[in-house]
């Protein structure tokens, strides 16, 4: 789903690309890249694209498929537990599986991605990797192994338009005159737009108007977000999608253009957490406002994550779940597990993918929408 919007995002932008789409059944997919194609001809672009069959499990082929495609960048929107799925689960079980956070499925995120970066050393390839699949944590597990991808999208990114426009209103000023620097992981840059609070959750920010630093004493942080959950509230859930797949979008033209532009992303370097990131033609770089040093910012995630049920992702890739999310896998799902390694992975994802699999028949959801 969201690898169809950005395609519809990219299709449409007058950025000069080639474009290539990996999916497992061609056939299927032909017909929503050509509504992609038509959408885009009705606003005037058209670019070459291409429908190529990749099954990331397989590591040698998609290897192949690398070194003969040669591309410039990759965009990972794979993953073995899309975000929406326990959302279809009746109320009172969703919010029972809910208060274990979304770092729970951490392992079903990894795996694909995993592969992928390991078909890319292996055909030596030097493509920039961008991943959707929850890179808060994942990029910096992958790091361990010398596989984190460049970058990730959405999550922070996807926060930052409300804060924006909250800052300008209670400036009196035009959005577009409104720059920011936010610094929080992912629980913080979903909650907080639903709530209008950040529970106690630590995060940094530092807003520019007309590229002067605003004083804090100008902008009551409790009155801003209670804005952007109130006056700029936004749809949500997947109705919402096209707000993180514009933030890819936005990423994906700036790897494409390295023009010096600062994106808000997850996940760069392979660090924990969300960041503003530059992306110049020397690389990406985390762009910190004067006084917030990386360590600090990095310091701010790592205590953010742990809201959303990361004790720790220690530097040898393991990731540690906090106590309350392990006991609520053991309670809610009856599937023990309190941190794993990289090369388990795999076996925790089929794991929890079954566990999840029995809650979710108990609570009469089609297994094959729990898959």
């Known amino acids: 789903m969201l690898g169809g919007d950005v395609l519809d995002f990219l299709l449409q932008s007058d950025a000069s690309l080639a474009l290539v789409v990996g999916v497992r059944n061609p056939e299927k997919a032909l017909h929503r890249v050509n509504l992609a194609r038509y959408t885009a001809m009705n606003l005037g672009r058209s670019k ?128 577009s005159s409104i720059e920011i620097r936010f610094f929080a992981q992912h629980y913080l840059s979903y909650r907080m737009p639903s709530t209008g609070g950040t529970d106690g959750a630590p995060y940094h920010l530092t807003i520019y108007a007309n590229g002067l630093e605003v004083a804090k004493s100008e902008i009551d942080h409790e009155v801003l977000f209670s804005l952007v959950a109130g006056r700029f509230r936004r749809v949500k859930g997947l109705a919402g999608q096209s707000v993180t797949a514009s933030s890819a979008t936005a990423m994906l033209l700036a790897l494409a253009s390295r023009s010096g532009q600062v994106v808000h992303a997850p996940g760069p370097l392979g660090l924990v957490g969300g960041y503003p990131v530059r992306v110049s033609p020397a690389g990406l770089l985390v762009d910190l406002p004067s006084k917030l040093t990386i360590e600090d910012a990095v310091e701010i995630n790592r205590q953010c994550q742990r809201f959303d049920g990361i004790e720790s992702v220690d530097e040898d890739g393991t990731v540690r779940f906090t106590s309350r999310s392990s006991d609520v896998l053991r309670d809610v799902l009856g599937y023990e597990c309190e941190a794993y390694g990289p090369e388990d992975c795999e076996e925790r994802a089929e794991e929890l993918a079954a566990h999840f699999a029995n809650y979710a028949r108990m609570h009469g959801m089609e297994v094959a929408n729990a898959a």
């Open 48 to 175: 070459p694209i291409e429908i190529e069959a990749i099954d990331l499990m397989d590591i040698e082929r998609t290897a192949a498929t690398i070194d003969r495609l040669r591309p410039d960048i990759i965009f990972n929107a794979t993953t073995l537990h899309s975000w929406w799925v326990i959302t279809k689960l009746p109320t009172e079980a969703f919010k029972k599986l809910d208060e274990a956070r979304g770092g729970i499925w951490t392992p079903m995120h990894q795996v694909l991605i995993r592969r992928l970066m390991k078909a890319v050393r292996m055909a030596n390839s030097r493509t920039t990797v961008v991943n959707a699949s929850y890179p808060d944590v994942v990029n910096a597990a992958l790091a361990a192994e010398g596989l984190a991808p460049a970058v990730g999208i959405g999550n922070i990114a996807n926060a930052v338009p409300g804060i924006r426009l909250a800052a300008a209103h209670m400036l009196s000023l035009d959005p």
